[in-house]
Each structure stands twice: as structure tokens, then as C-alpha cells.
């Protein structure tokens, strides 16, 4: 039978090795918990409309305005669009400014989904802006803004 051995370390090494795994994992680009920038959002917005300025109208969000709780808050968002073979919503993307990351999700549609529509619950940060961004099959984008004061944290906060 073999006897297991226990050693003790001091207080020391213990902290020079609890120093050395975090400095290793801080070197594996991990997410941090920090938060994105409206600037960051805006950029996001630009990369995903390959730099066209989207026109205000037919698409809509609806989201509270006041989310007692950041960790899920109900989000609506749809495009006023006939869903026909030559003219429908090809797909709505959740922007957030001040999320760990702008980009929320992307919702993907065919005129075969009948309506441009979709809903989630999202986890809020903080108070901020949220964007929907729409592209139509004619490859015009539309884009529509809200704001959301979070009372309670959800990502962290």
C-alpha cells in the first residue's frame, strides 16, 4: 500500500506561484471584463455595412426602457419588409455600446421565413444604447436605436 505525502508550502512560494498562473493566463488573451465603447460600436456598425451610412426606418427594437435586471432583458427586433423572393430582410444584428463586446448576435432570414422577426432575453452591462442594423435584399441597411438604463448589473456590474 503506498502512503500518500503531503507537503506544506510556505506563504511565499505560494504567492510566487499564484503570481506565475496569472501571469500565464493573462498571456492567453482571455476576455476581460471590461466594457466596449459607443466609438467600438460604431466601428462594428461600419465593418458590418462595408462603410454604407444606413437610413432610420424599417427596422424596429423593442426593449424596456428601464431593465430592473441587466441579466436578461427581453429584445424584440423586427424589419418592416413583404419577405417575397425579390424583396425581404436579409438579416438584423444587435448592437450594444457598452457590453463587453458590441456585437450582440445576427439574426439571418430567406423569404421563406414568412416575417422578418425574431426575439431573445440579452445581458446588459450597464445603462447604454442598443442598436439594430437591417439589411435588405436590395443591399439597403436600415438602423434604429434605443437606450436601456440598467438597474441592476448583469454582465459584472
Not at 460600436?41 to 454604407?52: N, P, R, S, V, Y
Not at 432583458?73 to 419588409?81: E, H, I, L, M, R
Request: net charge positive; aromatic share 6%; glycine share 8%.
Amino acid at each position: 500500500m503506498s502512503k500518500m505525502r503531503i507537503e506544506v508550502i510556505d506563504r511565499r512560494t505560494f504567492m510566487v506561484g499564484a503570481g506565475a498562473a496569472a501571469a500565464a493566463l493573462a498571456g492567453l488573451g482571455l476576455p476581460t471584463l471590461a466594457n466596449a465603447t459607443p466609438e467600438q460600436a460604431m466601428d462594428f456598425i461600419e465593418k458590418l455595412t462595408g462603410g454604407a451610412k444606413p437610413a432610420e426606418g424599417k427596422v424596429k427594437i423593442e426593449m424596456p426602457e428601464i431593465a430592473e435586471n441587466g441579466a436578461t432583458v427581453p429584445t424584440k427586433v423586427s424589419a418592416d419588409s413583404p419577405m417575397t423572393d425579390q424583396d425581404y430582410c436579409k438579416s438584423i444584428s444587435i448592437i450594444s455600446t457598452k457590453n463587453p463586446y458590441p456585437h450582440i448576435c445576427t439574426f439571418h432570414f430567406t423569404p421563406r421565413s414568412g416575417k422578418a422577426w425574431a426575439s431573445i432575453r440579452v445581458r446588459m452591462a450597464t445603462t447604454q444604447d442598443v442598436y439594430a442594423v437591417a439589411q435588405m435584399s436590395d443591399g439597403k441597411w436600415y438602423i434604429t436605436k434605443t437606450t436601456v438604463k440598467v438597474t441592476i448589473g448583469g454582465c459584472g456590474g
